[in-house]
């Protein structure tokens, strides 16, 4: 038995998982902290903190730290997401453009970089290795800045996820390659029965994504948590079978967002598992910026910053001229091209594998390290200030536009007027909608009723008014009308909280059970608030007063009316709803 003093040694030890995840923590919020008030990107916070963390510094990280499983799972949190907004109809409206420009962004790297090793003065081998390297752009890191900057559903957005998406595709190849002949097995051979493989999954996987998955979602959104937990599961279910079968999670987890992008969940799922993303995701950067070594390279400093340069400028510079050759608009081919003005985590790879089959040095390992640090820092103001940069280099970027630009950005999720909650009250109040507007849209966490809104061509997808993160994508506070027919207060102040970062609020109309709830929601800035009970009295009212005793004007309200609840019958609101927390 271990006495009290022991096992407070023991449960207070630097091994500990616990304590060592603890004060990765704990460093992590100090960084951060200096950052925020140095008013920088946090994303260069997490950077740090994984360099103080690591074994240059404090050296909190071990192998059996939980902070290496979290960093993969924010990877693949972040790749689902992704998955969850590439919908096959993005990926054909996109896919040319992607494809051309991600290969030929490719090519020019490597060439030019591979010329600038050689005047540099480092060997072929090394020139070779570097300029590949270089090539590639972090897909984690966009996929997050892109996200942050709400890009991921504007054209630029779809136009860069593609191009890096091609780019991971090239660099799990050229890793593949590069492995194989480190362990002496053929490569062509790995190659084709990667591919043999990969094309066999997907024959089997995407039929389900168009028969058999709806069905599953249908019967799991009858629940939010259930529909959480199936939606975590498919996840990782599908990231399991593609690791079993020798691709990376990363390849499932992008894969399983795909075949759920068809979903008419696929909103509300996003929004579910963005916090659980934004966690784990902390995680990815720690450990990135851990690994980061810094040996004696002080002569390297010059061709690493001539490097750097070449990529922060380079890289976007041929997307820009790609694009403008294909037609589209200097703006969307300079936002789009800013997404490659980075190296990526494959970089780092690609040349660890270099060091341990002994064509490279470790000092070349730093060399690049120190590359990626200054690209990711500088390629994450680029993007994060583009729109304050593209103002004043816009003039010089317009050689490489079409007198005729032919994009067609794709349609934001946006609406003039937004209805969350379709019941007794939203019928009526989607009849009038519908006589203003075609912009408007429907938010119920019932998927009967979404369903049955869409088989009559209504816009309506499947989401809850209590979640933040799908209001902020529905860009709610760029509407100008806003009803919720849902009576729970703490809903409406979330609703108003979300609306109140506009600076032109649009017109706000609530409701409440009670009236000491109706005079907060006033209170707190809403237009109008509806109390269910009373309005039968005053409709009734007013329909007295107009008619009096006049029998002719009571049968023309007793048909209008007997024609409308034929239609409610018809919709079933004689019936209670779905419970949202029954499973």
């Known amino acids: 038995m271990l006495s009290g003093k022991k096992q407070g040694e023991a449960r207070y030890n630097m091994s500990n998982p616990f304590v060592q995840f603890a004060l990765i923590i704990l460093v992590v919020l100090g960084v951060s902290v200096i950052t925020r008030l140095l008013k920088q990107p946090l994303i260069i916070g997490y950077i740090f903190s994984g360099i103080f963390a690591g074994p240059l510094f404090l050296n909190l990280l071990s192998e059996s730290s939980p902070i290496n499983v979290f960093s993969e799972m924010g990877i693949a949190f972040l790749l689902f997401i992704v998955g969850l ?313 317009s050689c490489f536009e079409k007198k005729c630009v032919k994009e067609k950005e794709l349609p934001e999720m946006r609406y003039d007027y937004v209805l969350l909650g379709y019941n007794r009250i939203g019928f009526s109040i989607i009849r009038a909608f519908s006589k203003i507007t075609k912009s408007f849209l429907v938010v119920d966490f019932n998927p009967s009723v979404v369903k049955e809104l869409q088989r009559e061509g209504l816009p309506a997808i499947y989401g809850d008014a209590e979640d933040s993160e799908l209001l902020e994508h529905l860009e709610i506070r760029k509407s100008s009308v806003v009803v919720s027919t849902v009576p729970e207060k703490e809903t409406n102040i979330l609703v108003l909280d979300v609306i109140s970062k506009a600076k032109k609020k649009p017109v706000v109309i609530l409701t409440a059970r009670q009236i000491n709830d109706a005079f907060e929601l006033y209170d707190r800035g809403a237009d109008y608030v509806i109390l269910p009970h009373f309005l039968g009295g005053e409709y009734t009212s007013k329909i007295i007063l107009e008619a009096k005793d006049n029998k002719r004007a009571y049968l023309k309200e007793k048909k209008k009316e007997l024609k409308l609840l034929q239609e409610r019958q018809r919709r079933g609101h004689d019936h209670p709803r779905v419970d949202k927390n029954k499973i």
Not at 93 to 103: D, P, R
Not at 167 to 194: C, N
Not at 293 to 312: C, D, E, Q, T
Request: charged share 10%; no cysteine.
């Open 85 to 397: 907004h590439l919908s096959p109809k993005v990926i054909k409206e996109v896919g040319k453009i992607s494809l051309v420009t991600g290969l030929g962004q490719i090519i020019f790297t490597s060439i030019v970089g591979y010329a600038i090793g050689l005047m540099l003065g480092f060997s072929l081998v090394t020139s070779l290795y570097i300029a590949i390297a270089l090539t590639f752009s972090s897909t984690i890191i966009i996929m997050k800045l892109l996200s942050d900057k709400d890009a991921l559903e504007k054209l630029y957005g779809k136009i860069s996820i593609g191009f890096l998406l091609v780019q991971d595709l090239v660099a799990i190849l050229i890793l593949i390659i590069i492995s194989s002949l480190a362990s002496g097995s053929g490569a062509g051979g790995v190659l084709i029965f990667t591919l043999l493989k990969g094309a066999m999954v997907a024959a089997i996987l995407i039929p389900l994504s168009y028969y058999l998955l709806p069905r599953l979602s249908d019967f799991f959104a009858k629940s939010q948590e259930f529909l959480f937990l199936f939606a975590i599961s498919w996840g990782f279910g599908l990231s399991l079978l593609f690791l079993f079968l020798g691709f990376s999670i990363e390849v499932g987890a992008l894969f399983a967002g795909v075949m759920l992008s068809i979903s008419p969940y696929s909103y509300e799922i996003s929004s579910k598992l963005k916090p659980l993303r934004d966690f784990f995701i902390i995680s990815f950067f720690i450990v990135l910026g851990s690994q980061m070594g810094f040996g004696n390279i002080s002569h390297l400093i010059v061709p690493a910053i001539i490097f750097s340069l070449f990529v922060l400028i380079g890289n976007p510079l041929i997307v820009i001229i790609l694009m403008g050759r294909l037609g589209y608009s200097k703006k969307t081919g300079f936002m789009a091209g800013l997404t490659v003005a980075q190296i990526s985590e494959f970089s780092l790879i690609l040349i660890a594998l270099g060091v341990k089959s002994g064509s490279l040095s470790n000092e070349i390992l730093s060399f690049v390290t120190i590359i990626g640090l200054i690209t990711i820092a500088g390629s994450t103001y680029m993007i994060i200030y583009s729109d304050f940069i593209f103002s004043k280099v816009s003039r010089l970027l």
